[in-house]
């Protein structure tokens, strides 16, 4: 079962993984830890991981505080290079939770340390995107040492290569879209049918949008999983 979690102000969509008695968080928000607490102890659920897809601009992470909480183990990609993880993860690893295994595909263009996490549970395929592929829209490149030919190869190489069924759970959404698929987005995105690699770079080079609200502090902060 995956429940979702919205945090409204960073239109951020968190995961909690619940596989028997034991459960996995992806992208939980410091603002909204005591709604995961109280679900999690309600339902007498060990935490077992909580995984940030990448350093995130927009709010503060909670990965600190639920492990303060929980003792569970902090996950992100070892290019975060944030010194509080407790297992950083590489390109192909797999995280063992319950009887599942939670694959980490290294997606980096949004940002360098960006990752996408594949999951197949109940002859289901799910796919957590984080900020490299969006529900018709995609992450921005402009900060973080992002790249758009870094993107565009993290998804007509390595997203391109998923089942078409494989359902896409982004960690955001600004217009109320919950889900998609790897094949209607590969259909429908305008991002991914640019006719070619360099109008997909030029266009994701020109977006000219503005910094985040949060970001000097959320970004200084979440190296340090949301202690500051
Ligand atoms: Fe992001």
Known sequence: MIERFFHAESSTHTYLIVRGNECVIIDPVLDDVDQYSDLIKEQNLKLAYAIDTHIHADHITALGELRERHG??????????????????????????AD??????FTPGHTDDSYC???EMDNMKYLFTGDTLLINGCG???FQNGSSADLHSSLFTTLRKL?????????????????????????N??????????????????????DPKLMDVAVTANKNCGIS
């Open 117 to 119: 996490y594949y999951l």
């Open 189 to 210: 995105n305008p991002r991914l049918n640019f006719s070619s690699r360099e109008e997909f770079i030029e266009f994701m080079d020109n977006l000219n949008l503005p």
């Open 140 to 142: 921005r490149t402009d």
């Open 72 to 97: 569970c183990i902090t996950i992100m990609g070892e290019q975060s290079q944030a010194a509080c993880v407790s297992q950083p993860i590489n390109c192909g690893d797999v995280i063992d939770f």
């Open 163 to 187: 089942d078409s069924d494989t359902i896409v759970l982004p960690a955001h959404d600004y217009n109320g879209k919950l889900q998609s698929t790897i094949g209607h987005e590969f259909e």
């Open 100 to 105: 599942l295994k939670i694959n980490a595909l």
